[in-house]
Every structure is written in C-alpha cells, then in structure tokens.
C-alpha cells in the first residue's frame, strides 16, 4: 500500500518506508557489532512486531535464531494496566542465551517492563530490547531499551504492524489517522 491507497483515511505519513529503512541500516549495524561472535535470539513481539522482525533480521550479517511470543494485557480499560496475560510462549529455551527482544512500539512501556522480567527470570545469559517507535510516554517507567528507532510523539499511530482494530497493520510507513476513521 503506498499513502495514495488511503485515500482520505490518511491524515499524515509520520515515517515513509525509506526514512523506516534508514533506520533499521543503522540499527542492524549496531546489533552487529555489539553481538559479533555471539548466538543470538531475537525474540518478536506478535503482532505488531512482525515487519521489523522480518526488516531487521534480513539486514543482520549473522544468522540468527527468531521466536515469538503473544501476550495481551489483563484490565478494564482501554489503557496498558501492566498485568500481563501469555496467549503464546516462546518455543526455545533461554538458559545461558542472548536475547533481544523486538518489538513495534513502546508506549506506557508496562507490557514490555511486565516482558523483560518475565524473560529475564529463565536464565538468559541477556535480555536487550530494540524498539522502532517508542513514545515520550514510555520514559515514566525504567524500561532500558538498547536500541531505538525513532522517538514520536503521543499521537496514536498505526502501519509498519501498528494497527488500529486490527487494520493498517500492512502499511510499509507509519502515519496518522483521519479522524472520521475514529467513528467521529
Ligand atoms: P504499553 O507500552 O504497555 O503501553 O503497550 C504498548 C502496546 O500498545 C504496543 O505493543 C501496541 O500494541 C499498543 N500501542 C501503543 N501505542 C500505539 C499506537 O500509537 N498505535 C497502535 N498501537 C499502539
Ligand atoms: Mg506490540
């Protein structure tokens, strides 16, 4: 889908798939040099996290292993609560393993604070995380993310995986919604 297929759906692109693809050139550097000589698992975050999964890895020098995980968080609310419910759990073993979790977005950061603890309580010999998006919103709670894509504003956003009711998700950039897609 390019932004003319939205039609007027579409308020803005935020990111284009170049400025996307830039990014992840420069992540995919880092993580080679920092992981040189070493096995690593990259843990994705379904659903959203699937595009920079697939983008990130196949900029990667070394072959690394993939896994995934589904997790939904309990509550009322619209809003992360931070208690944390796993709809599908990893297939492999983290003992004595580097991991590196990767996800889409980090918003409250509650979901991925609840994810690091809960991986980092299996024996990995690391636990890292590389985000694409990541907003201001997420410096409330200590979540220490290694590698960062890009910091945007509090907006709600969707493609790139980001959805909004499950749709947008297949969009390669990252945009805004026009408001009458909201049901206003
Ligand atoms: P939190 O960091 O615990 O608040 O939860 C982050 C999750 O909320 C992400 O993995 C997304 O699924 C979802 N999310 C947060 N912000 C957005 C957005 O702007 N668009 C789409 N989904 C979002
Ligand atoms: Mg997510």
Redesign the pocket.
């Known amino acids: 889908m390019d932004p003319a297929d939205m039609g007027d759906d579409l308020e803005r692109v935020l990111l284009s798939e170049e400025q996307l693809g830039a990014r992840l050139d420069e992540i995919a550097a880092q993580i080679d040099a920092d992981y040189a000589g070493r096995d690593l698992l990259l843990v994705g ?1 379904l659903k ?2 699937v595009m920079v999964m697939a983008d990130l890895s196949r900029r990667l020098h070394s072959s690394v292993e993939m896994d995934w995980m589904a997790v939904s ?1 309990y509550g009322a609310g619209t ?2 609560s ?1 208690v944390v419910r796993i709809l599908k759990d990893l297939d492999a073993d983290l003992t004595g393993r580097d991991v590196l979790i990767v ?12 994810l690091l603890a809960n991986l980092r309580s299996r024996g990995p010999a690391s636990v890292e995380i590389a985000t694409m ?1 990541r ?1 201001p ?2 410096a409330k ?1 200590e979540v220490d993310v290694r590698y960062v894509g890009f910091d945007i504003p509090t ?4 493609g790139y995986g ?3 009711a499950e749709k947008y998700r297949n969009l390669p950039f990252v945009g805004t919604l026009a408001p009458h897609v909201y049901g206003d």
């Open positions: 975050v959203g996290a968080s809003t992360s931070g996800e889409d977005i980090i918003d409250s950061g509650l979901t991925l604070s609840w998006l907003k919103e997420a709670v907006d709600f956003v969707v980001l959805d909004y």
